[in-house]
T-cell receptor, first 116, second 113 residues
Framework: GAVVSQHPSWVICKSGTSVKIECRSL??????MFWYRQFPKQSLMLMAT?????????EQGVEKDKFLINHASLTLSTLTVTSAHPEDSSFYIC????????????FGAGSRLTVL | KQEVTQIPAALSVPEGENLVLNCSFT??????LQWFRQDPGKGLTSLLL?????REQTSGRLNASLDKSSGRSTLYIAASQPGDSATYLC????????????FGKGTHLIIQP
């Protein structure tokens, strides 16, 4: 079946630094990937849609200059948290839709970000 | 806007019991509905996908039913085991929003050995 890999699975950084998280579709091509954020005991909240070869689409309230998304190939999307602050500490999860769509998403294992 | 409610929010039972997890959603115009499992600090594992035209899906000890018109889905877990301990998330796909999914807050399940 379809597999989505996220890296790193966890990262600790100092306040003010930038952190990059990768999301890869291992055995299929994904024209569209999604990035979510999940705070403790809360639902997953969609942050942005990553489109291969074009600009990402951000949900309302998500700062595009803070959360940079790049989808340079059909198998890789990256999320960069710029100038991270403690309030950015969260669990970030990506998902990917296959080229054929079918309204089914495959999720990555998530990346735990802790900003000191 | 789709809203998803999962009941109960938490459940702790001894192993061996048959369990019922409930999910309700406000917009019945959905394409499908997925049940996911999330272990602590981990991503989501898809358990069952029910298309809008289906009434139920089964996988091993899991059975999910869908009553689209009333906006309800139920996940049945038979003969629960400690390894079933996790948070279970319901996500109807209604086409609204970029990914079309709306997640409930989940049911946190603990199966006592």
């Amino acid at each position: 079946g379809a597999v989505v890999s996220q890296h790193p699975s966890w990262v600790i950084c100092k306040s003010g630094t930038s952190v990059k998280i990768e999301c890869r579709s291992l055995d299929f091509q994904a024209t569209t990937m999604f990035w979510y954020r999940q705070f403790p005991k809360q639902s997953l909240m969609l942050m942005a849609t990553s489109n291969e070869g074009s600009k990402a689409t951000y949900e309302q309230g998500v700062e595009k200059d803070k959360f940079l998304i790049n989808h340079a190939s059909l198998t890789l999307s990256t999320l960069t948290v710029t100038s991270a602050h403690p309030e950015d500490s969260s669990f970030y999860i990506c998902s990917a839709m296959t080229v054929s769509g079918a309204n089914v998403l495959t999720f990555g294992a998530g990346s735990r970000l802790t900003v000191l | 806007k789709q809203e998803v409610t999962q009941i109960p929010a938490a459940l702790s039972v001894p192993e061996g019991e048959n369990l019922v997890l409930n999910c309700s959603f406000t917009d019945s115009a959905i394409y499908n509905l997925q049940w996911f499992r999330q272990d602590p600090g981990k991503g989501l594992t898809s358990l069952l996908l029910i298309q809008s035209s289906q009434r139920e899906q089964t996988s091993g000890r899991l059975n999910a039913s869908l009553d689209k018109s009333s906006g309800r889905s139920t996940l049945y877990i038979a003969a629960s085991q400690p390894g079933d301990s996790a948070t279970y998330l319901c996500a109807p796909h209604s086409g609204g929003g970029a990914d079309g999914l709306t997640f409930g807050k989940g049911t946190h399940l603990i199966i006592q050995p």
